[in-house]
């Protein structure tokens, strides 16, 4: 079981906004900042929102991210087939001696 | 820009040591630029991420509780590489093995590898 709450599914028809959320705690997204990554089928993950709401140089401004208390959310609007991927939030747990917690990921179906 | 690949056993007999190493490119390891740690994750078949440890360019390291006992990362700045060393491994320690940089602290994980199974069985 992971630390951080994602739902295992979401879908979207393109052209849709998607949104997806990150629930964590109060030594974790209550403390720091929030990673999203996009994982296509077969490679690695890409960093897609740094810094809960920065994007990377070359991701599409459709993708977003927000931060509330203990709390994430991405969103992805206009939506479009390419965007079907598994998607992941990551941030920095301060309990014990510090380590990096993901969530359970949430698999994106463009229908 | 930089460009990370894993290297090592795809295949590791049960209660040996699984051995990777991280060869960095188009950056070094040694300068600490951008505040870089390196770190291993990994993912189990059909699961989510699994972040095992991180080494500072200094060689300071900080490893996930659950991994510790087992677990050592090592640098090699000369050869511009990163290595993890996980003893005593089972079937559960089957999984895509993937080196990362992570920008500043805690930063984010801007570079990936490719990533590399390693199944764990006699």
């Known amino acids: 079981q992971s630390v951080l709450t994602q739902p295992p599914s979401a879908s979207g028809t393109p052209g849709q906004r998607v949104t997806i959320s990150c629930s964590g705690s109060?030594?974790?997204?209550?403390?720091?900042?929030v990673n999203w990554y996009q994982q296509l089928p077969g490679t690695a993950p890409k960093l897609l929102i740094y810094s809960n709401n920065q994007r990377p140089s070359g991701v599409p401004d459709r993708f977003s991210g927000s931060k509330s208390g203990t709390s994430a959310s991405l969103a992805i609007s206009g939506l479009q087939s390419e965007d079907e991927a598994d998607y992941y939030c990551a941030v920095w747990d301060d309990s014990l001696n510090g380590s990096w917690v993901f969530g359970g990921g949430t698999k994106l179906t463009v229908l | 820009q930089v460009q990370l690949q894993e290297s090592g056993p795809g295949l590791v007999k049960p209660s040996q040591t699984l051995s990777l190493t991280c060869t960095v490119s188009?950056?070094?390891?040694?300068?600490?630029?951008?505040?870089?740690?390196w770190s291993w994750i990994r993912q189990h078949p059909g699961k989510g991420l699994e972040w095992i440890g991180y080494i500072y360019y200094s060689g300071s390291t900080s490893y996930n509780p659950s991994l510790n006992s087992r677990l050592t990362i090592s640098v090699d700045t000369s050869k511009n590489q990163f290595s993890l060393n996980l003893s005593s491994v089972t079937a559960a320690d089957t999984a895509v093995y993937y080196c990362a940089r992570q920008t500043g602290f805690p930063g984010y994980f801007d570079y990936w590898g490719q990533g590399t199974l390693v199944t764990v069985s006699s």
């Open positions: 109060s030594s974790n997204i209550g403390s720091n900042t």
């Open positions: 188009g950056g070094s390891i040694g300068s600490g630029g951008y505040g870089s740690y």
